[in-house]
């Protein structure tokens, strides 16, 4: 045999295994395989209150109990949770390694390059952490660019990093923690002087530790020329359309019900996160309006 009649034996030898590492999803379409196994790969970040396991096991938070409703209204029996770093999120959908990213991830252009993204689920303000005190009377974004010794920490694959670079603060002066569980521990070690998060995020650290506090009053960072409003919804890979419009649709019908809005508010986000999170476009937001 030719060498080259070998490398064409090995070829099609191998092929079968690699075939059968490949996603199912991949094979038939998310939707199909939803129907015939009534199972779905979910990711969370595991951060509250967007989407974590409590101390039961049990997973919940504003995108889960959204999703379960959901998943629940297209047949979907079983839930595989996945819990991944936030920046390991997208490229785990598209790599195939979970079905859908369900951590109220912030709808942006260079995401949406992607992904692809469903209706706005949310939406929120953002925030900082800081020292009991605030002993260096931080109040804004603004503060690390006036301060270069001060040191801003940030989450990995966070739109909060693009929010520090919009305002000028250089690359120097911001530290990246690979989770909200992080901050704590480095305000304390006086790793960083501030930590950047959603309004809710900050908020929710806030209570664990009487060392910390969220800075307040606080001015929020501008963006694309306007004060921030980040708005949350699920990603998918772009070639799950026709599950993308089912879950839409089912996303849509409950999004007019009280039980949606209700559920929104326990976790903290205000009736004007509800109206904006409902009447903002998913279109407008990747197109960087």
């Known amino acids: 045999m030719t060498s080259y009649k070998k490398r064409i034996a090995s070829i099609l030898t191998l092929l079968p295994i690699l075939l059968i590492g490949l996603p199912s999803a991949h094979a038939e379409g998310l939707l199909k395989q939803v129907e015939k196994t009534g199972t779905i790969k979910v990711g969370i970040a595991n951060e509250i209150p967007y989407g974590y396991k409590d101390a039961n096991g049990k997973v919940q938070g504003i995108a889960p109990n959204a999703a379960k409703h959901v998943l629940h209204e297209m047949g979907v029996k079983h839930i595989e949770w996945v819990i991944l ?131 307040e009053p606080f001015t929020q960072p501008i963006y694309h020329g306007k004060p921030t409003r980040s708005y949350g919804a699920f990603s998918f890979r772009k070639s799950d359309t026709a599950f993308i419009k089912r879950f839409d649709e089912k996303l849509a019908a409950y999004q007019k019900t009280e039980a949606w809005a209700k559920d929104e508010m326990h976790y903290g986000l205000s009736h004007e996160d509800v109206e904006a999170a409902r009447k903002m476009s998913t279109a407008m937001l990747c197109a960087g309006h």
């Not at 992607?114 to 603004?142: C, D």
């Not at 989770?179 to 664990?208: C, E």
Request: proline share 5%.
């Open 85 to 215: 770093p936030f920046g390991a999120l997208i490229p785990a959908v598209k790599a195939g390694r979970i079905d859908i990213a369900s951590a109220s991830q912030n709808v942006l252009p260079e995401r949406c390059q992607q992904v692809t993204f469903s209706k706005v689920n949310s939406s929120y303000g953002e925030g900082l952490l800081v020292a009991k005190g605030n002993p260096h009377n931080i109040h804004s974004y603004k503060a690390f660019k006036d301060n270069p010794k001060l040191k801003l920490g940030v989450v990995t694959g966070a739109d909060e990093l693009n929010f520090a670079q919009a305002m000028g603060i250089p690359q120097s002066q911001i530290v990246m923690i690979n989770a909200n569980s992080d901050a704590i521990p480095a305000l304390q070690a006086r790793r960083i002087d501030a930590y950047a998060a959603t309004g809710l995020t900050v908020h929710n650290l806030a209570k664990r530790s009487s060392s910390v506090v969220g800075a």
